[in-house]
């Protein structure tokens, strides 16, 4: 089953808009929580990540925000821009299985102009 | 610098045959990953090595087998394909003292058709 769960499956924002994607998890050994991008015909390339002792990271204009209580992380892309038109997958690892990411199902932002 | 390089780019196999995709490491990396990545689906961790040995596995069937070399290189096998393994493999490097800053570095993959 999928231990990481992604939505919404695909969305559109204005250029200049805020793109949210929410991802949720049930294993609570997971401890480290990347963001990644994938272009068509691309691989995925890490955007940001975060450790569950945090409850929040930016870096430019992507934010991630965790609530460990709830078991949820988001990505926040603040100031959309037609170049982030892109599939995004939110991912999951525990220290005791180091290097294996479960990841979400993905979700397909597209930024129109 | 050449990032993760995967050798092809696109594969067609008939079922049953054999495949073999092969990886180079990003410079400096010495832990290789495989993930299958079917179409509109997230990667899925098929495994690990690292000095040379198999240190993580999916839920993967062993007619997925693979294999690194001194060169931190790495193949992946797959046997009696079955129409279902048509997909994206990628392939996934990184150095195994690294801070999680860097993560992994994808290849952008081997695309297998299986008729």
């Known amino acids: 089953q999928q231990q990481v769960k992604q939505s919404p499956q695909s969305l559109i924002v204005q250029k200049g808009g805020i793109s949210i994607i929410n991802c949720a998890y049930e294993?609570?050994?997971?401890?480290?929580f990347p963001w990644y991008q994938q272009f068509p015909g691309k691989g995925p390339a890490l955007l940001i990540a975060?450790?569950?002792?945090?409850s929040e990271k930016k870096e430019g204009r992507f934010t991630i925000s965790f609530n460990k209580s709830a078991k949820q992380f988001s990505l926040h892309i603040m100031d959309s821009q037609p170049g982030d038109s892109a599939t995004y997958f939110c991912?999951?690892?525990?220290?005791?299985?180091?290097?294996?990411?479960?990841f979400g199902a993905g979700t397909q932002v597209v930024v129109t102009p | 610098d050449a990032g993760v390089t995967q050798s092809p780019t696109h594969l067609i196999k008939t079922r049953g045959q054999q495949v073999t995709l092969r990886c180079s490491p990003k410079?400096?990396?010495?832990?290789v990953s495989w993930y299958q990545q079917a179409l509109g689906q997230g990667p899925q961790f098929i495994f690990q090595?690292?000095?040379?040995?198999?240190?993580q596995r999916g839920n993967f069937p062993d007619r997925f087998s693979g294999h690194q070399f001194p060169n931190y290189s790495s193949e992946l096998n797959v046997n009696a394909l079955l129409l279902g393994d048509s997909a994206l493999y990628l392939c996934?490097?990184?150095?195994?003292?690294?801070?999680?800053?860097?993560?992994?570095?994808f290849g952008s993959g081997t695309r297998l058709t299986v008729v």
């Open positions: 996934a490097s990184r150095a195994a003292g690294q801070g999680d800053r860097y993560g992994y570095t």
């Open positions: 294993n609570t050994a997971f401890d480290y």
């Open positions: 975060i450790r569950p002792d945090v």
């Open positions: 991912a999951a690892s525990s220290g005791d299985s180091w290097g294996k990411l479960q």
């Open positions: 410079s400096g990396h010495d832990t």
């Open positions: 090595y690292y000095e040379e040995e198999e240190r």
